[in-house]
């Protein structure tokens, strides 16, 4: 692709037309995010509710319906007393009602009924 400034070969890869196709991209991941927020009606109010758990882990609520989980550098385990169906996830696992967040991990999820 032709610039009308010149672009180093390192700032090429991260440039939009380096990532457009890459599933693992940083914009790939803002473009499902995205996507998922429009999706979700409950997701665009403008209501948080910070739930209580340890640091280093955030945990809200937008609304009634998603959750957000955030962690910082550290791995930690969350016991997660309802059902979630997973919308987005990076270095994080549910099993047997424990929600296992690896270094930087999240997860947006919906709770089940």
Not at 45 to 71: K, M, N, S, W
Not at 74 to 83: D, E, F, N, Q, R
Request: hydrophobic share 40%; aromatic share 8%.
């Amino acid at each position: 692709m032709k610039t009308w400034v010149p672009v180093k070969s390192v700032h090429q890869a991260p440039a939009v037309y380096g990532q457009k196709d890459a599933p693992n991209s940083v914009l790939s991941h803002y473009r499902r995010m995205l996507d998922w927020h429009r999706s979700v009606p409950a997701a665009t109010g403008d209501q948080i509710t910070f739930l209580d758990t340890a640091e280093p882990v955030l945990a809200f609520r937008t609304c009634e319906t998603p959750h957000g989980f955030y962690l910082g550098r550290k791995s930690a385990s969350v016991t997660v007393s309802k059902a979630m169906d997973t919308q987005i996830l990076q270095n994080a696992r549910q099993t047997d009602g424990m929600l296992r967040l690896g270094p930087n991990g999240f997860l947006i999820t919906c709770l089940q009924a």
